[in-house]
């Protein structure tokens, strides 16, 4: 069988677990044959790296991202560039006969992903939405859970995500803390818990009323904390010894080979100050979800929790199960297992109707978010012809639904309105 053939676009952090993948880890199925960055001394390391790899990749600058394309026929795109510009290189990509891999979030608003759904119609190529949350064993045993009928139709969901203010804080560093790159955390973040509920209930979200605002990550903090006479990044900032927040690059070496070696070219600081008065999204959001089935959910996302992980808890006609995990925290980068699970306080419970509540033995793999980043590139990657029967490939619908919820809560907290999800884009199917 021929090598498929994938290029990528965007070559951060994230970026390295395909460039991995392809280059080291799925070499019988998969070859890399061009990389594309804004960042002319990131695109040459990665160049360097896939050569000593034994990849004979060409670098191409953002603006040659189209020539990229003619040259070097890739059969498949990887997009890992921030959320901000997934939509135009997805379109691109699939314009030029390309099928495509995207980082989540697909997009970030609904103009930009009416633009992916009618340009995925018109090419006729494939999405995919790297979901690796779908992936993780206990996750899985969820969903389940939940298709075995064990709790009969499900009614309403709980579901609360903490955020700590170590990887919480992250969030406020860089251009995920702008709404026009990320669209906030509701959607940046939030797309894999949406995506899970979507998957778990096997349904879509109709309607969205949320609430959200700012009330940690913010100057007054930074003063209540005696942080005066702070400048824009960690770097040079006075205080920055008695800062809980500092994130010392050189001390970081991850961090400072792929970000502050290339400063230079584009003036793309990883270390801004948590509390600059420019960030403007929310670290504190509720959202009210109604679904097509049914159910009705109730959601959280705090991002300055002194504890990381979540709670999920389904409310079905024949009993309850909940769902609690906790997770190691980090910032990425400075770890080499990022969202790593804690055995001893993940749970399920099952407690059916006049029973007595029971523990379920958690499927525990080790490895970064959950083990499901690995189980994801195999899916991505291997090629296998395998019938999945828990449906964890992810398409353009999932993405775009998973989505949808974050981009309605947004709106939702800018109106004051509940909004309708039908009404945000045209024409797209269930997933
Ligand atoms: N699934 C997960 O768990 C997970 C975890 C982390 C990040 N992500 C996603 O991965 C993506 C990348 O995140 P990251 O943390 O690596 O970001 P990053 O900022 O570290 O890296 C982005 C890269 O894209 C490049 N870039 C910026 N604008 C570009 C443009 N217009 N054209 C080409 N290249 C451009 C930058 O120079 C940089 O090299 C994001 O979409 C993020 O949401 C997913």
Redesign the pocket.
Known sequence: MARKRYAQ???????WLFSLAVVRDHTEQAELVGL????AG?LAHRVDWARGAGASAPGYA?ED?DRMLIETRPDCVIV????R??AA?VCRAMEHGCDVIS???LTIDAPSLQRILDTERATGRRCRV????RYSPYRAQVKQLLASGAIGQVLSVDFHWLLDTRHGADYFR??HREKQS?GGLLV?KAT?HFDLVNWWLDSVPSAVQASGGRGYYTPATAERLGLTSRSERCLDCAPAAQCPFRLDLRAEKLLAV??LDHEDH?G?F?DQCVFSDQIDIEDTMTVLVDYRSGARMSYSLNAAVPREGYSVAFNGTLGRLDHVCEESSYV?GSSPVS?AMDEEKTRITLQPHFERAREIPIDATGGS?GGG?ALLLADLFAETTEHDPLGRAADHRAGAWSILTGIAANRSIASGERVVVDELVEGLELP
């Open positions: 676009v965007g070559l951060g952090l994230r970026s594309c960055d804004v960042n990131r953002a991202f890992t560039t921030p959320d510009d997934h290189y980082e989540k979030p790297a979901f690796n949350y860089r251009w990320s940046h894999h792929t970000y584009d793309y990883r990425s969202g978010h980043d």
